[in-house]
């Protein structure tokens, strides 16, 4: 019986722990809660993603209704693969969050930020399990109203300013994308997205289908920053509390971008397929100039976590770029960069959340000399950071190498070159924070500095060691990638 209802499970769950931790209003109460309910979502996501590779596609009627007519959850291997990490990152975050929202958050308002996570969460889950176009934008407007609530909940008053321009261009990409949808309506009938795209057959090239792939493809670019789109981003990484950022870092972008290769390979793949219509090129150019145009401005920061925040944005250049390759090896690095890039950056914020723990700042001046103090905090930063490089025996090598694979597969030697170019900028703002923590002189803010909490240093060692260790065993990452490609690539054929 469990076992049926997992689908159903995967969104009540954190939507009845976001309603309890807002009834209980005690901080430590609020936080049991949301650690019970973010320990449970992996073992649901898991369930999910093994009935699928051994039964294929699971198809969930909502409310007696069934599909067209009515809600469907809709669970193959590229949703089950987001559930699983967002889930995933979801558990580790929450033993990480008791001290550092203690820290940084007002007592009378720690039980509304572990409320609004959970609602963040539920909205994300849903976003990446439903198989309905507008329930879609239903979640998309929980999980981001919850996500503008914790970036405002940072002690800058920068963090006020940052979550109201993410809330202009989130409610921008959301209107494109209700429009976007709209239109499908107009022209098939339906919101169901296995109906819809079994019914765009015949008419997919007609104007409304084609405006509504433009409204559709801005729209969500908007909501996984990808370049020039991308301006919400640094502020809100930067000013948002330490837990808001390691988790919308390792989540949101990922799930608005599992939303692109749904409607690009599932719902809309002959379009995206169709030769007289760029958008490959452009996904392509745009991509490019997110890996070296983002990463470049990294290089100037003297702010760790808007640092980290522009290399964010570069980053999503990479897993765009293996939607642009458009082949199996290329597909396959963008999707499994969605897991790794999730591990990596969740990493480097958690260690950088620690140091703000610790000394208050993490400005580069400040961080002098930290590793001294925090040499565990700061290795596993290291490590972390030689993964984001591409070093061989870290997850971003794998992402990588599928790339250049791609890219060589395409005949597009020169794209395998800009990729491993690209990475050597990484090399100077991942060296130069490297440089400042660990050969300079310990800083006054420093001198203080110590390992943080167990409850906050054991979680980023996990996902350090989880960079390695998918290094070098690919089984459940590129594996399931690799699945999770062919399944789109048939949508296009």
């Known amino acids: 019986m469990i076992a049926a209802n997992l689908p159903a499970l995967q969104v009540v769950l954190p939507l009845f722990g976001a309603v309890l931790c807002a009834f209980l209003q005690r901080g430590i109460l609020a936080w049991g809660v949301a650690l019970i309910v973010s320990l449970a979502m992996p073992f649901i996501a898991a369930?999910?993603?093994?009935?699928?590779?051994?039964?294929?596609?699971?198809s969930y009627a909502l409310g007696g209704w069934k599909p067209p007519i009515g809600i469907e959850y809709r669970?193959?291997?590229?949703?089950?693969?987001?559930?699983?990490?967002?889930?995933?990152?979801?558990?580790?975050?929450?033993?990480?969050?008791?001290?550092?929202?203690?820290?940084?958050?007002?007592?009378?308002?720690?039980?509304w930020f572990y409320a609004i996570y959970l609602l963040c969460l539920c909205g994300l889950l849903g976003m990446a399990i439903t198989g309905d176009a507008f329930n879609i934008f239903v979640f998309m407007e929980v999980s981001s109203l919850a996500a503008y609530a914790l970036i405002a909940m940072g002690?800058?008053?920068?963090?006020?300013?940052?979550?109201?321009?993410?809330?202009?261009?989130?409610?921008?990409?959301?209107?494109?994308?209700?429009?976007?949808?709209?239109?499908?309506?107009?022209?098939?009938?339906?919101?169901?997205?296995?109906?819809m795209a079994s019914r765009l057959g015949g008419i997919e090239n007609s104007r409304a289908v084609l405006a509504a792939m433009a409204f559709l493809t801005v729209g969500i670019s908007l909501k996984l920053a990808l370049f020039p789109l991308h301006v919400w981003l640094p502020n809100a990484y930067a000013y948002a509390p330490s837990v808001a950022t390691v988790f919308l870092a390792a989540t949101a972008t990922k799930v608005a971008v599992y939303?692109?290769?749904?409607?690009?390979?599932?719902?809309?793949?002959?379009?995206?397929?169709?030769?007289?219509?760029?958008?490959?090129?452009?996904?392509?150019?745009l991509s490019l100039a997110a890996m070296f145009g983002a990463s470049i401005v990294a290089i100037f920061q003297d702010d760790v976590k808007r640092m980290l925040a522009y290399s964010s944005v570069g980053q999503i250049g990479y897993i765009t770029l293996g939607i642009a390759i458009t082949n199996l090896a290329g597909l396959t690095g963008g999707i499994v960069h969605l897991f790794n890039h999730a591990l990596i950056k969740g990493s480097l914020?958690?260690?950088?959340?620690?140091?703000?723990?610790?000394?208050?700042?993490v400005k580069l001046d400040d961080v002098a000399g930290l590793g001294k103090r925090m040499p565990i905090t700061m290795g596993a930063f290291a490590i972390a950071g030689l993964s984001i490089i591409g070093a061989p025996g870290t997850v971003g090598f794998i992402s990588k190498w599928y790339l250049v694979l791609g890219a060589f597969e395409k005949g597009w030697w020169w794209l395998a070159f800009l990729i491993v170019a690209s990475s050597l900028i990484s090399v100077v703002y991942i060296g130069r924070i490297i440089e400042v923590v660990w050969f300079r002189p310990v800083s006054a803010a420093a001198k203080r500095a110590k390992e943080p909490p167990l409850s906050m240093l054991v979680p980023t060692l996990l996902l350090v060691a989880a960079t390695i260790y998918f290094g070098f065993d690919t089984t459940a990452t590129a594996g399931i990638a690799g699945l999770a490609a062919e399944l789109l690539l048939a949508g296009i054929r």
């Open 349 to 361: 914020f958690m260690a950088i959340g620690a140091v703000f723990y610790q000394i208050g700042s």
């Open 259 to 285: 939303l692109l290769l749904r409607y690009f390979f599932t719902v809309l793949g002959t379009v995206f397929a169709h030769k007289s219509l760029p958008i490959a090129e452009i996904v392509l150019i």
């Open 75 to 111: 669970v193959d291997v590229v949703n089950a693969f987001i559930l699983l990490l967002v889930s995933l990152i979801g558990a580790i975050i929450m033993p990480y969050a008791k001290a550092s929202v203690e820290k940084e958050i007002p007592a009378d308002r720690q039980a």
């Open 47 to 58: 369930g999910l993603l093994i009935q699928v590779l051994d039964s294929g596609t699971i």
């Open 155 to 195: 002690r800058d008053r920068r963090a006020l300013l940052a979550a109201y321009q993410y809330l202009i261009m989130g409610t921008i990409g959301a209107t494109f994308y209700v429009i976007g949808v709209g239109l499908l309506y107009s022209m098939t009938g339906t919101l169901n997205l296995a109906d």
